[in-house]
């Protein structure tokens, strides 16, 4: 497509590459024609001896027979959980699902009872997959409350299991527009909700981004991302498969392992969100380790600092990408490319996707907006939602009658396309009528020499409605002085926008996603004490 000269925030779709009527089944069934002999999954166990392969006949082969048995317990259009850390049965349950027209609910394996009950309760599922250890007593303590559940299946037990799916018939003919999963939202504040995807919108998705991406055939990918979010279960899984690349799954992150298994598979891509580029960034074995197999930094999921994604490029001399999109979205909206100049691929969103319309709209008004004006990202395309489960009127303001996404993120885009991230709306602090950025005070505090985290958030103030405040990771023994970083950033940014109350940590609260509990800081933050007003 070419470059265009935009007049106002809007993207047309590009549709020079097709979308497939494929599902989650149907690309592994393909990839097993594809190349049969080629390693498909290794688990990434620390314990070498222990580092189990499948091809992808054997993938093929055992995903099928998992689909056979799970036809003998459920029907097609049923709903089952996995409700488990990363492991190869993860996978496999995944692809058996797709196989048998099963709808999969990935569940966090750090839910506590009243969250688990809500988002199986909700989902209405017949059937649990669980990793063997606690879970099954907190599954037994509200199985009361789960009428639907009729089956507990532990992966200690994938091999009797799947004994019952051998000499199946045919397997079902599955519709591309039916629901492939439902994934909860892991949304820093309010209840999970449901966003239901199709085996249409996952499958195009990952494929059309992993395009993008430039991966090669028999190219091995080490990620340690959750299956339980879109990113492991949608856009790993599924674009590795159509990739025809070897699948590396860790069973969670450690960034020594990470190298580890590079080097020792020859993977091409370091990969994660902003905290565990740091984590490895900073970690001996990157020194220790051959990684002259990378070709590529890969993160999403969260907003990476440009001087993170910086350091990355020049430690690894590795172009980094990053793709920007949501659970909603089927995953990825816009992505930056290996060929992008720099700047844009550090400071940018990159551009739409094929097959991908956006747009960035005024938040009060919801008209398109001009080229580089802040406003809501909008998307429209195969790749939305059908909607959030059991949930039409939270549904309808997620998705408007002409059937555009409102993301709930604040960005812009530029008379090239190329797109940037201002925060969430539910972020965004509105002093005095000004609407400030937390973004883009976060990019400035970044820049400070001692400063390695940093998390802007607005607090409740009688005068001006909201104020600034940080919270703060350093790297320094003493923290920088509260009024030094003061004056650094009303050097840099209006009087208005500098933080007037901080907070030095060691660690931000986290959703399982990696994503900061911005609720949780701005909690810690409040205090009954009147914080100091600034000059306007």
Request: glycine content about 10%; aromatic content about 6%.
């Amino acid at each position: 497509m070419p470059v265009p000269s935009l007049t106002m925030s809007y993207w047309p779709a590009d549709t020079s590459a097709p979308l497939l009527d494929t599902t989650v089944g149907g690309v592994l069934r393909a990839a097993a024609e594809r190349t049969p002999d080629q390693p498909a999954l290794i688990a990434g166990d620390p314990r070498p001896d222990q580092r189990r392969q499948w091809t992808y006949r054997q993938l093929l082969a055992e995903a099928e027979r998992a689909a056979h048995a799970l036809l003998a317990r459920f029907r097609p259009g049923d709903r089952i959980a996995v409700w488990s850390g990363n492991c190869p049965e993860w996978v496999l349950v995944e692809f058996a699902a797709g196989l048998a027209g099963l709808t999969l609910v990935p569940v966090n394996p750090a839910l506590q009872a009243e969250e688990l009950a809500h988002v199986l309760g909700q989902s209405g599922v017949r059937g649990v997959f669980l990793a063997d250890g606690p879970g099954g007593s907190l599954l037994a303590a509200i199985s009361e409350r789960l009428p639907e559940l009729r089956e507990v299946i532990s992966f200690g037990d994938w091999d009797a299991f799947c004994a019952a799916g051998s000499g199946g018939g045919p397997l079902p003919d599955v519709d591309p527009d039916a629901p492939a999963q439902i994934l909860f939202t892991s949304g820093t504040t309010g209840r999970p909700k449901g966003a239901v995807l199709t085996h249409r919108g996952l499958t195009n998705n990952a494929r059309l981004a992993f395009d993008g991406y430039g991966a090669r055939p028999g190219e091995a990918v080490v990620h340690s991302m959750p299956l339980f979010h879109v990113a492991g279960c949608g856009h790993l899984t599924l674009g590795l498969a159509q990739s025809g690349c070897v699948h590396v799954i860790m069973p969670h992150f450690d960034p020594g392992l990470t190298f580890e298994l590079i080097e020792a598979y020859h993977g091409v891509i370091i990969g994660g969100v902003a905290t565990m580029l740091t984590a490895l960034l900073a970690h001996p074995a990157r020194t220790q380790r051959d990684l002259s197999s990378v070709r590529y930094a890969l993160s999403g999921g969260a907003a990476v600092p440009a001087e993170l994604a910086r350091r990355v490029e020049a430690m690894f001399g590795i172009p980094f990408m990053i793709t920007f999109g949501q659970t909603e979205s089927s995953c990825s909206i816009t992505a930056t490319r290996a060929g992008d100049v720099p700047d844009d691929r550090v400071e940018t969103l990159g551009r739409p996707l094929p097959q991908t319309e956006v747009k960035i709209i005024d938040v009060r008004t919801g008209h398109t907006v001009p080229p580089g004006t802040p406003g809501e990202i909008c998307t429209r395309g195969y790749h939305v939602m059908c909607g959030y489960l059991g949930d039409p009127a939270v549904t309808a303001v997620a998705i408007d009658p002409d059937g555009w996404l409102h993301t709930g993120d604040l960005g812009s885009m530029d008379a090239r396309g190329y797109c940037r991230i201002e925060g969430r709306i539910k972020d965004m602090v509105i002093r005095g009528g000004e609407n400030i950025y937390p973004a883009e005070i976060e990019a400035v505090l970044l820049s400070y020499p001692a400063v390695t985290a940093a998390a802007v958030v607005g607090l409740p103030d009688r005068f001006w409605g909201e104020v600034v405040a940080a919270a703060i990771i350093t790297s320094a023994a003493t923290p920088p002085a509260e009024a030094e970083l003061a004056a650094f950033c009303r050097a840099r940014l209006a009087a208005y926008k500098v933080p007037v109350r901080w907070l030095f940590t060691s660690t931000f609260p986290l959703t399982g996603t990696g994503k900061v509990r911005k609720d949780l800081l701005a909690a810690h933050l409040t205090e009954p004490a009147r914080i100091p007003q600034p000059q306007p």
